[in-house]
């Protein structure tokens, strides 16, 4: 028998005992040990991902290390109205009858995390499960061991293993992982990998909630502030290099102020990052093979016919900001997820074919506009379908603790945070008490009474 399945075991066999005397005090105290280890690490997390991804601190502290201390505050904050069970009005044909729909833990629970923000991505869920009454796994990345063994030490330290426990390794302990009746199944990472979680889940038909990600587009329109949509725009593509599910995949701009855009941006990519050159602004990309892949998209396009923007080439694991314009369909860089700090450049006069476009492929994760022109905001809005909108920023709609973060289709399924997440990692239960019901009336035999109160059913909803 393998650890993980050991573990699972333990913590099913926990986790059953556990059932009735996990309430709200006890949540709420397992949130408070949660963030007590986190404000006491908050260094070794600033040099976990320093050595996964070279990443500078104040982007450590501003994406990993305070979006998990505003979940666990904001959960703990609403966590006993999200517990209350809710009052459900009565029909016609339950009239005598009281309702209400009770939110239960779904049971042992499993969390899968990515690499690209290993910290968050696996400690914000667990804040959810916890909430929601749940004992999870959480399975970190082996591609940032630093911050796997992060997460291994604190969790090890601050809960019993029967509640939430570690399990560190490479894809086959994954699949030995998934392998496992679950009761519930909490993906982030790739659409691929995504589809490959959802049919081991089919297995045992455990729930599934997958954050995946896809190709993000961008419209700057006409009458878009262009200091606005730059200053976001870079903050939102290059943050982390560029390896986020949400980051800008590509830029539509109009043509009437393409020119003067462009120049504009340049300059405040080269104010944020420099010229070409590695920045310690700029996070690495997390392994060679993936900064191989993002060279090799460089080149296939400008061997097509594209130009690059920006000065700089890649250097080991260290890559510029890059604008390439003059992209074509046939192009690598607009068919794959780029998940880098490349930006391709697209004009567009008409808008027409450009929703037409965004909605011929896959449906993204986040679609942002930069424009003044609420008339035309709101057309863009209701043509398309993406997990979320930005609308004059990027990024920032993920950090909303009372909106859903989640996709359609090939970009997730389900939703994240605050009660989303609790919902996510709950079973609603419907309870149904029988009062004075009028039903037993038109039990059988059917005669001419219950014929004639169909009759009156019949006239009353018809």
């Known amino acids: 028998m393998t650890r993980a399945s050991d573990l699972f075991i333990a913590m099913k066999a926990g986790n059953d005992a556990r059932r009735l005397s996990f309430g709200l005090s006890e949540r709420r105290a397992a949130l408070d040990c949660l963030a007590d280890a986190v404000r006491r690490n908050e260094s070794a997390l600033v040099q976990a991902l320093h050595s996964d991804l070279g990443r500078p601190e104040a982007e450590t502290i501003l994406t990993e290390y305070l979006p998990v201390l505003q979940e666990i505050a904001h959960t703990r904050r609403h966590l006993r109205r999200w517990m209350r069970p809710r009052r459900a009005w009565p029909s016609l044909a339950t ?3 009281s309702a209400r729909i009770e939110p239960q833990p779904r049971g042992t629970c499993l969390i899968i995390a990515p690499w690209n923000f290993p910290f968050q991505l696996a400690l914000g869920p667990l804040v959810s499960a916890l909430a929601a009454g749940n004992a999870a796994i959480v399975k970190s990345s082996e591609m940032a061991p630093a911050t796997s063994a992060l997460i291994a030490r604190i969790l090890s330290d601050t809960f019993p293993p029967d509640l939430v426990a570690v399990v560190e390794g490479d894809k086959t302990v994954a699949e030995e992982l998934l392998a496992l009746p679950f009761d519930h199944i909490f993906f982030t990472g790739s659409p691929a990998v995504g589809r490959i979680v959802m049919a081991a889940a089919a297995k045992t038909l455990a729930s599934v909630t997958l954050e995946l990600g896809g190709k993000s587009p961008v419209i ?13 725009i870079t903050f939102g593509k290059f943050l982390n290099a560029g390896q986020t599910c949400i980051a800008p995949d590509h830029l539509f701009v109009h043509a009437s102020i393409r020119d003067a855009f462009l120049t504009t941006l340049r300059a405040r990519i080269e104010r944020a990052y420099g010229t070409g050159e590695a920045s310690r602004h700029l996070a690495r990309i997390v392994t060679p093979a993936h900064a191989q892949r993002l060279a090799d998209l460089i080149a296939d396009a400008v061997a097509k016919g594209a130009t690059p923007l920006l000065p700089g080439a890649p250097q080991g694991q260290s890559l510029p900001p890059q604008l390439v314009a003059d992209t074509t369909a046939d192009m690598r860089l607009r068919q794959e997820e780029i998940f ?23 449906k993204p994760l986040a679609l942002y506009i930069f424009d003044r022109d609420a008339a035309r905001i709101d057309h863009i809005t209701r043509a398309t379908t993406s997990g979320g909108v930005g609308v004059n920023l990027t990024l920032l709609q993920f950090t909303h603790p009372n909106l859903p973060f989640g996709g359609v289709n090939t970009s997730g399924i389900g939703a994240a945070h605050g009660v989303h997440g609790f919902r996510a990692f709950s079973h609603d239960r419907a309870i149904l008490r029988n009062r004075f019901l009028l039903i037993p009336l038109l039990f059988p035999p059917y005669g001419p009474r219950v014929m004639r109160l169909i009759g009156l059913l019949k006239r009353v909803l018809g």
């Open 95 to 97: 009239f005598g009858a």
């Open 220 to 232: 700057v329109g006409p009458g878009a502030d262009l200091k606005q949509a730059a200053d976001w």
């Open 340 to 362: 880098g700090p490349i930006l391709p450049i697209l004009t567009y006069t008409d808008l027409d074919p450009v929703l037409a476009q965004i909605n011929a492929g896959d």
